[in-house]
């Protein structure tokens, strides 16, 4: 079993700061891709960033050029660096995985970005 564990939510004034982390634990034998969504009340997830094995990575229009994720491969982590924050940025952020060929998700964490 493989769990996907988030952190680093929180509130943010606009214009600031968050970064958020997901570790994946379990018996992982291969992570083919890691990636973030987010959701927002009576709204259909969406791909925030994804990032491949190789480190490829891939943004939603709305963040480019603000977040940046990463990976640390040997830890199984991986990492979503938000900068510039907006309101319309606020939503649950899910950590979402493909390891050992199977989808897994995490169970969220709220960022909300108000003054």
């Known amino acids: 079993q493989v769990v996907l564990v988030e952190s680093g939510g929180g509130l943010v004034q606009p214009g600031g700061s968050l970064s958020l982390s997901c570790v994946a634990s379990?018996?992982?034998?291969?992570?083919?891709?890691m990636a973030w969504y987010r959701q927002t009340p009576g709204k259909q997830r969406e791909l925030v960033a994804a990032?491949?094995?190789?480190?490829?990575?891939n943004y939603a229009d709305s963040v480019k050029g603000r977040f940046a994720i990463s990976r640390d491969n040997p830890e199984n982590t991986v990492n979503l660096q938000m900068n510039n924050l907006k309101p319309e940025d606020s939503a649950v952020y899910y950590c979402?995985?493909?390891?050992?060929?199977?989808?897994?998700w995490g169970r969220g964490t709220q960022v909300t970005v108000s003054s």
């Open positions: 979402n995985g493909v390891i050992n060929s199977r989808d897994y």
């Open positions: 990032i491949t094995s190789s480190g490829r990575t």
């Open positions: 379990g018996s992982i034998l291969t992570i083919a891709y």
